[in-house]
């Protein structure tokens, strides 16, 4: 693979076809929420398969609606499968998730031109659902991929407007009782590309990430419980001030994450106080913590302090606690061979890379529990993600669909 | 006036009214709500004047409903007035305000039955308004009496529904062209007993307080604007977390009234974040500060500090701020000669007292801009207040009504 192959990928179809996909789902207020078996999210399916069939792929789709577009290998046997998700957080950027789709297909389109039929079967794969933006079902595409939907979701599991995944999957032709054909035993390995979603390769003025680790977390939901006191005529002294405890826990998680240093985070995203009134000590507080690490046993120190912490602030102030893990997952580490295909890959290209974890879920998480997996991370711009200013510029996309048809190739060829 | 005397007074009748009027606008849900001019209100009113009238009082109501009972002094001259307000706060209980008005009419029944005709004229007042619970007009009755009610306010403050002051009252047959008319310039001095509503004569086990300076006060709202990141993947040294900065001015607050000692205290009320979301760092966090100080030199010391922590930690942490004060008041003293008729009169029961500031907002803070003005004490249990569990046990009412009949004596006898 030598640059002069990439005259064969057409830089401005994939810009095109970036822009095109953005536009299905898009928000009058700004943004793009496409959710799990919507209409936007059917649309966007049919458009992807469109350009599949354009491609020469031959498309299926599984039980759960994730979208496949093959490239028959010469030999029999497990199949490369790159791909992301093609579902969107509400009021979300054209970039999470769709990048990954676009980008295996571009470089599908490269290989296939330049090098004809691959020795293993390429498939390109539009997961259905990794963000848990409709139903609360994170990952439900690549769980099914490899066995782990629970049987029961399908009823459970219901959107705001009180729709279970499984009735709305009946609306989509597809039948709830048979979630289990999804699931896949011949896949050789899994290469995912995807935005960043943080600043650290901006920052650093580096290209292209390498994934070696997705981060491991804990989401607690907490609830202290002090008394709710008259903000006037209550001495500091005798209160037991439920926000003051919250705050202190908080303080510390984060002060914890800062001496820890990267890639250690604790973020506390929500908190509410009972009864918010300015003139009332709050009586109650409910907030959550997320808390990450990317290595296993310093996840551990940092969630042990956290839990640690919790219950010495609330004893120490007189406070009742009700703590919950709602979240908690060790660090999935990617596949050391498929992690090295990619960085030789980019040295070949004589483009600097950074081998860094990866501080949000995707994906490759769920699919690394059962086959090789590896993931490419190109720069998003200022960090933002999850929002309408999600932005990488087509020069920063390129590198990484040649890093990825060079990855391709190492595996496929 | 001897403890004999109190045989006059009758402790079954006052525990009676207490409760009575207590299931004035009691809610289902549990405590009760008289706001202003609603039917509960109303129905209070009434059923105040209407024991008044037993007990031999002379009743009229003002031009904002505020309702006055009147023993006629020998001398004519400025009257003597005790009294509390008859309105409550939402969910609130049946001490606040009108224990107040149940110890003036008992006070005033033992004074006649003992000693009839006193030499300066006694009111008794239930004034209409106090808690701002139905309309955001806070003290409008007591306002009104010193002339302070601003003539845009009736059309202007609107109720949760939409119901302006002026239309409310029109709705009780009164015209707020009138308002004017409840100015008083005769009054003598202003007596009133309240709840603590804190815990502090309680804790010292002593029966009485005197109070000689209603706290002053700032309130301010506060909005901290940083920015919205994914909370897996922006590093913590890379964050501008406008929760963690509200944490800190919090923090740093409290920890400032802590070291300046009762009665010193600073109070978080209200926070929210945005977007709120457990894996987002907060963009924007929206907070109140309530921050009281009893002495008029500590208080703007208390003030200053947390005017420049706010700064400091908004531009150490790279946070936009606002902060807006939305209440502001100087202390504000009793008047010496009656809290020394107080102290005399509680001295004289052979009964402890303890002279302390009020940490809450009371009419006597309004009354004394214009009249003498001052407060009794009497112990709420383990400080609750604006509560369905405020409770006073009638054992510690009985002293506190006598310690203003004595009071009263000394100043209309």
Redesign the interface.
């Known amino acids: 693979l030598t640059s002069a192959t990439w005259g064969r990928f057409d830089v401005g179809q994939l810009s095109q076809r970036i822009d095109a996909l953005g536009e299905i789902g898009a928000l009058p207020t700004g943004g793009l929420f496409r959710g799990l078996y919507d209409d936007a999210w059917a649309a966007a399916v049919d458009q992807v398969e469109e350009w599949m069939r354009q491609d020469g792929l031959v498309t299926r789709r599984d039980a759960v609606g994730n979208l496949y577009g093959r490239v028959e290998g010469r030999e029999s046997g497990p199949c490369v499968v790159s791909g992301s998700h093609i579902d969107t957080v509400r009021s979300g950027g054209k970039y999470d998730g769709a990048l990954g789709i676009h980008a295996a297909m571009a470089a599908v389109n490269a290989l296939v031109a330049d090098h004809g039929k691959p020795r293993r079967t390429i498939e390109v794969l539009a997961t259905a659902e990794e963000e848990g933006s409709r139903f609360a079902c994170n990952f439900f595409a690549a769980r099914a991929i490899v066995g782990q939907v629970g049987a029961d979701e399908p009823e459970r599991i219901a959107d705001p407007q009180g729709v279970t995944i499984a009735q709305a999957m009946r609306q989509r032709g597809l039948d709830p009782s048979r979630i289990s054909e999804a699931r896949r035993d011949d896949i050789a390995a899994f290469v995912e590309l995807h935005i960043?979603?943080?600043?650290?390769l901006e920052?650093e003025g580096i290209p292209l990430g390498v994934v070696d680790t997705i981060?491991g977390?804990r989401?607690w939901h907490v609830r202290l419980t002090g008394r709710?006191?008259?903000?006037?005529?209550?001495?500091?002294?005798?209160r037991a001030?439920a926000?003051?405890g919250a705050?202190?826990i908080?303080?510390r998680a984060?002060e914890k994450?800062?001496a820890m240093g990267?890639?250690?985070?604790?973020?506390?995203?929500?908190?509410?106080?009972q009864p918010?009134?300015?003139?009332?000590?709050?009586g109650v507080c409910d907030f959550?913590i997320?808390a990450?690490h990317s290595d296993t046993v310093r996840r551990r120190e940092l969630v042990d302090y956290i839990e640690s912490t919790m219950k010495r602030v609330a004893a120490e102030r007189g406070l009742g606690l009700e703590s919950r893990v709602v979240q908690e997952h060790d660090p999935v580490p990617m596949h050391p061979l498929v992690c090295a295909a990619i960085e030789e890959s980019i040295a070949e290209m004589g483009v600097r890379s950074l081998v860094m974890p990866?501080?949000?879920?995707h994906d490759s998480e769920i699919m690394a529990s059962r086959f090789p997996a590896g993931m490419i991370f190109v720069p998003s711009r200022d960090?933002r993600?999850?929002?309408p200013d999600e932005f990488t510029p087509i020069e920063q996309i390129v590198p990484g669909v040649e890093a990825l048809a060079r990855t391709l190739f190492r595996l496929a060829y």
């Open positions: 960043e979603q943080g600043a650290i920052a981060t977390q989401v709710q006191d008259h903000a006037g005529t209550t001495p500091m002294d005798m001030d926000l003051a705050m202190e908080a303080g984060r994450a800062i990267r890639p250690s985070v604790a973020t506390v995203g929500r908190i509410a106080v918010h009134q300015t003139n009332v000590v709050p959550t997320d990450r990866s501080g949000a879920g960090g993600s999850h929002s």
